[in-house]
């Protein structure tokens, strides 16, 4: 619900739908608008079913001396609508009758233009047709003159590669933002925008991407909260650079440890084949070492427990090594090389931790 209420307020922001519009519409009417006319339309202009949808944001702005709207639909499910044109054609009857019903029409003007758009940022990629017509049954001859002929424009952030959004675009902005998995990628693009969006009369549409980038994007990819004074988004740029250094840290460090481990493994694995060759004894204590010395000492205790744990289960069975799991996990470092170092000739369990196992 967050990650909705923040993208409306992002949208419900005129200098991003025009560069929404300006930037994905790629279509010859869009020339003859006046992108810098955009506004909001209210409850006034809007029917009560309508209002009842938060997620849905409808504009208008100039076309020549009448006005075009645009229905702007933001589609948040993780599942694709199969129905979505019945949907918005249903919307679109309801906004044209409140029209009608508010007088803003006069008795010979016909209905605006509107174009129906759906934003999409789900995960799977949007495979629902977009027109009504692909959704009806085949119609007899004669009968198909009266079928709906209507359909909508299509968004799927996801479909589009980095490379063919626009370059200084607000809303590929968005879009860059939603899908960066690399804290560096994001610090840019917030870079970006605290460089584009400088002017006071910006003020409220830099407030609106910082929080949506503290509560939604940062806390959704990197697991964090994000809230500077004021909801500045210079002060988040700032911020955001001191995390992406401890990011780092913490991914450098969690790389250590899952290599750490690999290696201790790999390495008392490779000893042991080796000392079934040269001796046994030699050919752990050979591995025993390279395994400590791929890694840190952080982690070298899990990691030899792991080993122990397999090799038991080697040589006297897979139950045995089970009884013996909460033993092991919780001794410590020289105590395990100690069992280890007994399990080369042990011929009994019993053999590598005493006579009360």
Not at 57 to 70: A, F, K, P, S, T
């Given at each position: 619900?967050?990650?909705?209420?923040?993208?409306?307020?992002?949208?419900?922001?005129?200098?991003?739908?025009?560069?929404?519009?300006?930037?994905?519409?790629?279509?010859?009417?869009?020339?003859?608008?006046?992108?810098?006319s955009l506004e909001r339309v209210n409850g006034h202009y809007v029917s009560d079913d309508l209002r009842e949808r938060e997620d849905d944001i409808v504009w208008r702005?100039?076309?020549?001396?009448?006005?075009?709207?645009?229905?702007?639909?933001?589609?948040?499910?993780?599942?694709?609508?199969?129905?979505?044109?019945?949907?918005?054609?249903?919307?679109?009857?309801?906004?044209?009758?409140?029209?009608?019903?508010?007088?803003?029409?006069?008795?010979?003007?016909?209905?605006?233009?509107?174009?129906?758009?759906?934003?999409?940022?789900?995960?799977?990629?949007?495979?629902?047709?977009?027109?009504?017509?692909?959704?009806?049954?085949?119609?007899?001859?004669?009968?198909?003159?009266?079928?709906?002929?209507?359909?909508?424009?299509?968004?799927?952030?996801?479909?589009?590669?980095?490379?063919?959004?626009?370059?200084?675009?607000?809303?590929?902005?968005?879009?860059?933002?939603?899908?960066?998995?690399?804290?560096?990628?994001?610090?840019?693009?917030?870079?970006?925008?605290?460089?584009?969006?400088?002017?006071?009369?910006?003020?409220?549409?830099?407030?609106?991407?910082?929080?949506?980038?503290?509560?939604?994007?940062?806390?959704?990819?990197?697991?964090?909260?994000?809230?500077?004074?004021?909801?500045?988004?210079r002060e988040m740029e700032t911020m955001l650079a001191e995390r992406v250094k401890e990011w780092q840290r913490r991914y450098e460090q969690q790389g250590l440890q899952?290599?750490?481990?690999?290696?201790?493994?790999?390495?008392?694995?490779?000893?042991?084949?080796?000392?079934?060759?040269?001796?046994?004894?030699?050919?752990?204590?050979?591995?025993?070492?390279?395994?400590?010395?791929?890694?840190?000492?952080?982690?070298?205790?899990?990691?030899?427990?792991?080993?122990?744990?397999?090799?038991?289960?080697?040589?006297?069975?897979?139950?045995?090594?089970?009884?013996?799991?909460?033993?092991?996990?919780?001794?410590?470092?020289?105590?395990?090389?100690?069992?280890?170092?007994?399990?080369?000739?042990?011929?009994?369990?019993?053999?590598?931790?005493?006579?009360?196992?």
């Amino acid at each position: 619900m967050e990650h909705d209420h923040g993208y409306k307020h992002l949208f419900s922001h005129p200098q991003l739908v025009a560069d929404l519009l300006r930037g994905f519409v790629n279509e010859p009417w869009i020339e003859q608008v006046d992108l810098d006319s955009l506004e909001r339309v209210n409850g006034h202009y809007v029917s009560d079913d309508l209002r009842e949808r938060e997620d849905d944001i409808v504009w208008r702005l100039r076309w020549g001396d009448g006005w075009c709207y645009v229905y702007l639909l933001l589609e948040f499910q993780s599942s694709v609508d199969r129905f979505m044109a019945v949907r918005l054609l249903t919307y679109l009857g309801l906004l044209y009758q409140d029209l009608v019903r508010t007088g803003e029409l006069t008795p010979d003007e016909r209905l605006p233009p509107v174009l129906p758009l759906v934003l999409y940022n789900g995960e799977r990629r949007w495979s629902a047709p977009i027109e009504v017509r692909d959704l009806i049954a085949p119609i007899p001859g004669g009968l198909e003159a009266y079928r709906p002929d209507f359909r909508y424009l299509l968004l799927d952030e996801g479909a589009f590669a980095d490379a063919d959004l626009p370059a200084r675009n607000l809303a590929a902005a968005v879009f860059r933002l939603e899908h960066s998995r690399e804290p560096e990628d994001l610090q840019a693009v917030v870079g970006r925008l605290v460089q584009w969006l400088k002017h006071p009369e910006q003020r409220s549409l830099r407030r609106a991407f910082s929080v949506w980038l503290g509560r939604v994007v940062i806390p959704g990819h990197f697991g964090e909260t994000l809230a500077p004074p004021n909801n500045d988004l210079r002060e988040m740029e700032t911020m955001l650079a001191e995390r992406v250094k401890e990011w780092q840290r913490r991914y450098e460090q969690q790389g250590l440890q899952k290599g750490l481990q690999k290696g201790l493994e790999q390495g008392l694995e490779q000893g042991l084949e080796q000392g079934l060759e040269q001796g046994l004894e030699q050919g752990l204590e050979q591995g025993l070492e390279q395994g400590r010395k791929q890694g840190l000492e952080e982690g070298v205790t899990q990691g030899e427990a792991a080993v122990l744990l397999r090799l038991i289960g080697r040589k006297f069975g897979a139950d045995a090594a089970e009884k013996q799991r909460e033993r092991i996990e919780s001794a410590d470092a020289d105590t395990l090389l100690v069992w280890s170092e007994r399990l080369l000739n042990a011929r009994h369990i019993d053999d590598v931790f005493g006579a009360a196992s």
